[in-house]
Nanobody
Framework: QVQLVESGGGLVQPGGSLRLSCAASGSIFSINAMGWYRQAPGKQRELVAT???????HYADSVKGRFTISRDSAQNTVYLYMNNLKVEDTAAYYCNADIVPYNRYSLQRNYWGQGTQVTVSS
């Protein structure tokens, strides 16, 4: 079994910062792209940022210049550093990863974490 477990969410004032972490565990052979998505109440889930296994990153326009995604491949962990948070960043944040489980003959699968809540409010 493969699991993604997020941590680091919470309540923060506008202009504040948070760091989200997502650790992948279980029977993992390799991890390709990892990323963060978010879903606000009443809205569809949207991409926040992604990072490839070689370190190439992609950001939603709404977070460019404020959020930074990084990964520690040795620890199977991806991070999202969020600065200058705005009220509109309030959402449940979900980790996502393309993982080849077990061995090199396995098919790549897409996994989701359970989500962590980020609330930006004064």
């Amino acid at each position: 079994q493969v699991q993604l477990v997020e941590s680091g969410g919470g309540l923060v004032q506008p202009g504040g910062s948070l760091r989200l972490s997502c650790a992948a565990s279980g029977s993992i052979f390799s991890i390709n792209a990892m990323g963060w998505y978010r879903q606000a109440p009443g809205k569809q889930r949207e991409l926040v940022a992604t990072i490839t296994s070689s370190g190439n990153t992609h950001y939603a326009d709404s977070v460019k210049g404020r959020f930074t995604i990084s990964r520690d491949s040795a620890q199977n962990t991806v991070y999202l550093y969020m600065n200058n948070l705005k009220v509109e960043d309030t959402a449940a944040y979900y980790c996502n990863a393309d993982i080849v489980p077990y061995n090199r003959y396995s098919l790549q699968r897409n996994y989701w974490g359970q989500g962590t809540q980020v609330t930006v409010s004064s």
